[in-house]
């Protein structure tokens, strides 16, 4: 656990540790006195958070007199949706949920840093690597889907056969490396982008400070933004089809 607890994460630890104890032996940990870890309770508001705004805008969507709330998310699902098409081709539509999905969570987990009392959870390693494996898991699987479990691993020995016993330990490596890859891009960018931010909120807290939180968003930004591209990126390899 992180050596400082959060006042959420003190709730929960205080009123619900039976529950984190429930989660823990699922994953076949033991019990522990205060189960519950700054990342996991920052990943649950970053949720809650969503679900709440998607729960308030849903009912005010309207085509003829569309509000704030909903242009705004309109310019992100259209930029998703764009930058799908983009990369993965006509296709691209079809994965554009997933894409949209990750791109909001990580940008909300990301954005948490700057709100006092909170942390952002991607500064932790186990969140990106989570992502990491879900976007590894993600892309085999579409892959196999759009491909067939043959064709699909032909992938894995190259154009021509005489090449197999070379590409294929090359293309393994390769794709065992991306969740490595992509956790620890997400992990370091936050966790610097969060200390530098720390450190100036405990020198002076006017100008300086906002300057600084003003750059932890637009690195927020930026680093979902790379996670989702690489996403995409990984996507359209694995279910491109070779003529």
Same mark, same amino acid.
Not at 9 to 29: C, E, H, I, M, S
């Given at each position: 656990?992180?050596?400082?607890?959060?006042?959420?994460?003190?709730?929960?630890?205080?009123?619900?540790?039976?529950?984190?104890?429930?989660? $823990?032996?699922?994953?076949?940990?033991?019990?522990?006195? @205060?189960?519950w870890a700054n990342f996991v309770t920052m990943q649950i508001v970053a949720a809650a958070i969503i679900i709440?705004?998607?729960? $308030?805008?849903?009912? @005010?969507?309207?085509?003829?007199?569309?509000?704030? $709330?909903?242009?705004?998310?309109?310019?992100?699902?259209?930029?998703? @949706?764009?930058?799908?098409?983009?990369?993965?081709?006509?296709?691209?539509?079809? /994965?554009?949920?997933?894409?949209?999905?990750?791109? +909001?969570?990580?940008?909300?987990?990301?954005?948490?840093?700057?709100?006092?009392?909170?942390?952002?959870?991607?500064?932790?390693?186990? +969140?990106?690597?989570?992502?990491?494996?879900?976007?590894?898991?993600?892309?085999?699987?579409?892959?196999?889907?759009?491909?067939?479990?043959?064709? /699909?691993?032909?992938?894995?020995?190259?154009?021509?056969?005489?090449?197999?016993?070379?590409?294929?330990?090359?293309?393994? +490596?390769?794709?065992?490396? @991306?969740p490595l890859s992509l956790t620890i891009r997400l992990y370091a960018n936050m966790f610097a982008g969060e200390q530098v931010t720390l450190a100036f909120l405990s020198l002076t807290y006017f100008v300086v400070p906002?300057?600084?939180?003003? $750059?932890?968003?637009? +690195?927020?930004?930026?680093?979902?933004?790379?996670?989702?591209?690489?996403?995409?990126?990984?996507?359209?390899?694995?279910?491109?089809?070779?003529?």
């Open positions: 656990m992180h050596e400082h607890e959060l006042w959420f994460t003190k709730l929960f630890n205080d009123y619900l540790p039976a529950l984190g104890n429930a989660a $823990l032996a699922l994953v076949g940990k033991a019990a522990e006195t @205060r189960p709440a705004l998607f729960a $308030l805008l849903r009912p @005010r969507l309207n085509p003829e007199k569309p509000g704030k $709330l909903q242009h705004m998310f309109e310019l992100v699902y259209g930029f998703v @949706r764009g930058q799908a098409d983009e990369q993965v081709g006509h296709d691209g539509y079809h /994965y554009a949920a997933y894409f949209g999905t990750l791109f +909001v969570f990580i940008l909300f987990a990301n954005l948490l840093g700057i709100i006092p009392g909170f942390e952002s959870p991607t500064m932790f390693p186990s +969140v990106p690597l989570g992502c990491a494996v879900a976007t590894f898991l993600y892309y085999n699987v579409a892959g196999i889907r759009a491909n067939g479990v043959g064709k /699909y691993l032909a992938h894995f020995a190259g154009p021509v056969w005489w090449l197999a016993p070379i590409m294929l330990p090359i293309e393994l +490596v390769s794709h065992l490396a @991306r906002a300057v600084f939180m003003g $750059l932890h968003v637009f +690195v927020s930004l930026l680093q979902a933004y790379i996670f989702m591209l690489m996403t995409m990126i990984y996507v359209a390899g694995a279910v491109a089809h070779e003529h």
